[in-house]
């Protein structure tokens, strides 16, 4: 089993920055994708960002050049750090952690963040 604890997330004015982490315990397998989903009221479930454990990442498209997703695979934690927040940026944030195909894929609790305009 895997366990994701997040923090960091909170509100925040439009324009400026959050700092999210998300650290697995566990059993954890390798290789392995960390990433950063997020779901807004009434809508589905998006790829904010992912980065293997050999580095390589990807980010969606609302998101790029604005967040950069980056992991410490010592301590099995991704930090997304968010700048130029906007306020279709709000939503709740959820760490995943997952295989390279497919497989099992586990999840974190959620953290909200708002961004106020």
């Known amino acids: 089993q895997v366990h994701l604890v997040e923090s960091g997330g909170g509100l925040v004015q439009a324009g400026g920055s959050l700092r999210l982490s998300c650290t697995a315990s566990?059993?954890?397998?390798?290789?392995?994708?960390m990433g950063w989903y997020r779901q807004a009221p009434e809508k589905q479930r998006e790829l904010v960002a992912s980065?293997?454990?050999?580095?390589?990442?990807n980010y969606g498209e609302s998101v790029k050049g604005r967040f950069t997703i980056s992991r410490d695979n010592a301590k099995n934690t991704v930090y997304l750090q968010m700048n130029s927040l906007k306020p279709e940026d709000t939503a709740v944030y959820y760490c995943?952690?997952?295989?390279?195909?497919?497989?099992?894929?586990?999840w974190g609790q959620g953290t909200q963040v708002t961004v106020s305009s």
């Open positions: 566990g059993t954890i397998f390798s290789p392995n994708v």
């Open positions: 980065i293997t454990n050999g580095g390589r990442i």
């Open positions: 995943n952690l997952g295989p390279l195909g497919p497989g099992v894929n586990y």
